[in-house]
Nanobody, 124 residues
Framework: VQFVESGGGLVQSGGSLRLSCAASGFTFSNYAMGWFRQAPGKEREFVATVSWSGASTYVADSVRGRFTIFRDNAKKNTVYLQMNSLKPEDTAVYYC?????????????????WGQGTQVTVSS
């Protein structure tokens, strides 16, 4: 199982970034996917999840209306996180994760595979 995460970087407050997580080594379309983040000194927290088909999504209250999760099962085996109206408090390492199951899972223990993380820094 391998994930290649990209799209992180430094952006000013109010800006946008799109994170990508390309997966291989497992049947991507069978797994729900999620994004989590971890700021220095804090626990890893849930950001968003998308069902195996892409038809259902759920995002954390802290990012609702600003972040969107979606996936490409047909060509790229990739899950994306579009982040708009970024705030300094969004600064963290962002991780993608895969989960074999149904429903919207928000706990790290529910996910089977994890990416290596990509840094997002939002300056004020």
């Amino acid at each position: 199982v391998q994930f290649v995460e990209s799209g992180g970087g430094l952006v000013q407050s109010g800006g946008s970034l799109r994170l990508s997580c390309a997966a291989s080594g497992f049947t991507f379309s069978n797994y729900a996917m999620g994004w989590f983040r971890q700021a220095p000194g804090k626990e890893r927290e849930f950001v968003a999840t998308v069902s195996w088909s892409g038809a259902s999504t759920y995002v954390a209250d802290s990012v609702r209306g600003r972040f969107t999760i979606f996936r490409d099962n047909a060509k790229k085996n990739t899950v994306y996180l579009q982040m708009n109206s970024l705030k300094p408090e969004d600064t963290a390492v962002y991780y993608c994760a895969a989960r074999l199951g149904f429903g919207s899972a928000v706990n790290t223990a529910d996910y089977n595979y994890w990416g290596q993380g990509t840094q997002v820094t939002v300056s004020s």
